[in-house]
């Protein structure tokens, strides 16, 4: 009998033994497990940071393109005003010394030029002739020969050129040389004259693009608004009759 | 509703005012009068009230730079902001205009983003 209760007690203690073992191991498990789900939670928050910083990089990208898209519209809507002004001056006047005024302030105040000549073309002379100046006493500026290719000074050959030609004159990058540009004055398919760009105003260090289409502009509708305000003069303000012009009309 | 300012553009040249009126019609809170020079500018300040002036330094009858010395001395407009337009190296004018009481100057040629920048910033107008 008392073998019988020793061995109860003995295989009690053992298997009170194996519980607590099996109830450490149950606890460690629990954690493990705990730990794996700890795990996996961060590896799910690292995906989502991910993606939402691939949102944000995304973001900012688009965000700078419409910061560049936006700087772009701002300059070409600054080049449309300036040549919406300048076309609307140019032709405000139909007075000869007014129009002349326009044409200097143009290049002055929206190009930045420190000075400038407007040549026209005396035919019978074959001169071009100084008619006005801004930034030069327009009496310091000589008249041009219209040698038809001969060998003259650099500038003059230039304008000569520009004048023959009808090709704009622009200086590229920085304009240092003289003259920095010369605009051919064209009246329907011929030259009249052109303007002289000298220099240009001490911050004014290249040419931009919306100076190039001042240019155009200012080619093609500056000869037109002097002859047109010169012919107004000698007309005494008189407008032509209707039926004149319905007679040019047809 | 959107509060109303009311702007004063004194510049000689037609061609650099409607440039100034062109740009500052960007800003919908502004209503711009325009003056040919000085005298216009101060018969046309006595007429109406200004938030803020914009004037040219070189005009004839009366340049900007008098005119800032009339507007500050007045007692009506004295605190009215004034931003002076000027040529390069004329930074002469611009500090006589700045010690006559102006607020601000800008640089011919004109940019009209920088225009703008100036008249919210002296109005403080949201952007």
Not at chain 1, 199 to 226: N, P, Q, S
């Amino acid at each position: 009998m008392t073998g019988l209760t020793e061995q109860l007690v003995a295989d009690y203690k053992r298997l009170c033994d194996r519980v607590a073992d099996v109830e450490a191991e149950n606890a460690a498990l629990k954690t493990q497990l705990a730990g794996d789900r700890a795990i996996a939670h961060l590896l799910q928050k690292i995906g989502e940071l991910e993606r939402d910083k691939a949102r944000l990089i995304s973001t900012v990208q688009e965000q700078a393109q419409m910061t560049n898209r936006f700087v772009e519209i701002e300059s070409e809507l600054e080049s449309f005003a300036n040549l919406y002004v300048a076309s609307f001056q140019l032709h405000s006047s139909l007075r000869v010394r007014t129009v002349v005024r326009h044409i200097r302030e143009l290049l002055v105040q929206l190009v930045g030029v420190r000075s400038l000549g407007i040549y026209v073309i005396d035919d019978s002379a074959r001169h071009l002739v100084p008619i006005a100046a801004d930034g030069v006493d327009v009496s310091a500026l000589r008249m041009i020969p219209i040698r038809d290719g001969g060998v003259c000074d650099g500038v003059e050959a230039l304008v000569e050129r520009t004048f023959s030609t009808g090709m704009l004159h622009v200086a590229e990058g920085e304009t240092i040389g003289r003259p920095a540009a010369c605009i051919p004055l064209a009246l329907e398919d011929r030259a009249i004259g052109a303007i002289v760009v000298y220099a240009l105003l001490e911050h004014k260090k290249r040419f931009v693009t919306v100076d190039r289409e001042l240019f155009k502009l200012l080619g093609a509708h500056a000869a037109g608004a002097l002859v047109s305000a010169h012919l107004w003069g000698q007309a005494d303000g008189h407008v032509p009759s209707a039926e004149a012009l319905r007679e040019m009309c047809a | 509703m959107t509060v109303q300012y009311s702007c004063l553009v004194v510049e000689d040249s037609p061609m650099m005012r409607q440039l100034l009126v062109l740009a500052l019609s960007r800003l919908k809170s502004l209503q711009i009068t325009e003056a040919d020079d000085g005298v216009d500018g101060l018969r046309k300040l006595a007429a109406g009230k200004f938030d803020i002036i914009l004037t040219d330094i070189n005009m004839p009858i009366m340049d900007g730079l008098k005119l800032v010395k009339r507007v500050r001395s007045d007692p009506a407009h004295k605190d009215v902001p004034i931003i002076v337009i000027t040529t390069e190296g004329s930074s002469e004018d611009r500090q006589r205009a700045l010690q006559l009481g102006a607020n601000a100057y800008i640089t011919k040629p004109i940019q009209a983003p920088q225009v703008i920048a100036k008249v919210r910033e002296l109005l403080r107008i949201d952007a």
